[in-house]
């Protein structure tokens, strides 16, 4: 799976929306498929249009545990936005997770202007989600 330094210099080179668009989409395909046991209530987003799925874990139980995620959506460009998400999240401390709004780096790349408003907030829950559970392994 890409770095999400390599995701954020590969979108500085794609002008076109639509370039940006199939790139979001061709990431979704890189990612590793969820395993079906793991596609659970427990494990489901609330608050997507389409059906979205985060699973994390935790290096050890430490007061602040490295946290790394899977997730998969059955929706190809949603499945994207879960890899540039999981870019950003996996492999950091707890704490950082917490202290990181992945919206701003969607803003900052011009893809939450162009997603509807049911995906756009389904990005927050995804990111919602993530940072909370991040804050509850780092208490």
């Known amino acids: 799976m890409a770095s999400l330094e390599?995701?954020?210099d590969d979108f500085a080179y794609l002008d076109e929306w639509e370039d940006r668009y199939r790139y979001v989409i061709e990431l979704g395909k890189?990612?590793?498929?969820?395993?079906?046991?793991?596609k659970?209530?427990?494990?489901?987003?609330q608050g997507c249009a389409s059906q979205v799925w985060v699973v994390s874990h935790a290096a050890d139980q430490g007061s602040d545990p490295?946290?790394?995620f899977d997730g998969d959506s059955d929706a190809h460009i949603v499945r994207g936005l879960v890899a540039i998400v999981l870019a950003a999240y996996s492999g950091k401390h707890a704490s950082e997770i917490a202290a990181t709004n992945a919206i701003e780096i969607f803003n900052?790349?011009?893809l939450v202007e162009h997603l509807s408003s049911q995906r756009a907030n389904g990005l927050r829950s995804m990111v919602k989600r993530?940072?909370?559970?991040?804050?509850?392994r780092a208490a």
């Open 108 to 110: 900052r790349i011009g």
């Open 66 to 68: 490295v946290m790394t």
């Open 6 to 8: 390599k995701i954020l």
């Open 40 to 45: 659970t209530a427990e494990n489901k987003v």
């Open 30 to 38: 890189q990612m590793p498929d969820l395993p079906d046991a793991d």
């Open 130 to 136: 993530i940072r909370d559970e991040a804050m509850r």
